[in-house]
């Protein structure tokens, strides 16, 4: 089973209004956290936001949030207002299990490429 | 800033040679990653090191191996390269020493190695 799933490849959003990125997760571990990264055409991976399973209010950073639904298992996230620099793959990811040796790795999803227009 | 530095930004090798790829960072981490990222596949786990001499397999071992002689530098080696090992490398870094332990702790990413194998 897919540790990280993303299900929408490419996404296309108008410049100003909110999108929403979707990112379901599997584990069974009580203590996790989720990471979302932005990809440019650039290459570089910029960490955006986190959220630890035992955090009890959504993750915020700026224009981005993450709606985090833990029975649900689901870490979206919400780009509000967006910007033509918007444009990009983003990756969710997730860091589980014992935090030495082998458990500091994260996994992560297929990534959605997100398209804003004018 | 957090630097992780990938030696090459684009290499281009021939089927059987032996490839060294080399990530060099500046913030004293404890643990260095190895990823490669295919188009569909997101980023995928090759190897990581959690210490100076010590490392771990990740998800697609197979036809690599790593060394970490020094706590900066993190060295991904292809013994025999094959096409299927064209792709773009990823090399990161973090550290453990965060308020909240580990969990939060983002990955650092350098820019990338387009290798392409022919």
């Known amino acids: 089973a897919q540790k990280i799933t993303q299900t929408q490849p490419g996404m296309f959003v108008q410049e100003k209004e909110a999108v929403t990125l979707d990112c379901t997760y599997d584990t069974s571990d009580q203590s996790y956290g989720l990471f979302w990264y932005k990809q440019p055409s650039s290459g570089e991976m910029i960490f955006l936001i986190y959220?630890?399973?035992?955090?009890?209010q959504n993750a915020t950073e700026g224009r981005y949030s993450l709606n985090f639904q833990k029975a649900r298992k689901s870490a979206n996230l919400v780009i509000s207002a967006s910007q033509l620099g918007d444009s990009a793959m983003y990756f969710c990811a997730m860091r589980e299990g014992r935090l030495t040796g082998g458990g500091n790795k994260l996994t992560f999803g297929t990534g959605t490429q997100l398209k804003v227009e004018l | 800033d957090v630097k992780v530095t990938q030696s090459s930004r684009y290499l281009v090798k021939r089927t059987g040679e032996k490839v060294f790829l080399e990530c060099v960072q500046d913030m004293d981490h404890e643990n260095m990653f190895w990823y490669r990222q295919d188009p569909g596949l997101g980023l995928r786990l090759i190897y990581f090191s959690y210490d100076v001499k010590m490392k771990e397999k990740g998800d697609i071992p197979e036809g690599y191996s790593v060394s970490r002689e020094k706590k900066e530098r993190f060295s991904l080696i292809l013994e025999s390269a094959s096409t299927n090992q064209t792709s773009m490398y990823l090399c990161a870094s973090s550290t453990i020493r965060t308020s909240l332990g580990a969990y939060n702790s983002p990955l650092h990413f350098g820019n990338g190695t387009r290798l392409t194998v022919t």
């Open positions: 959220q630890g399973s035992y955090d009890e």
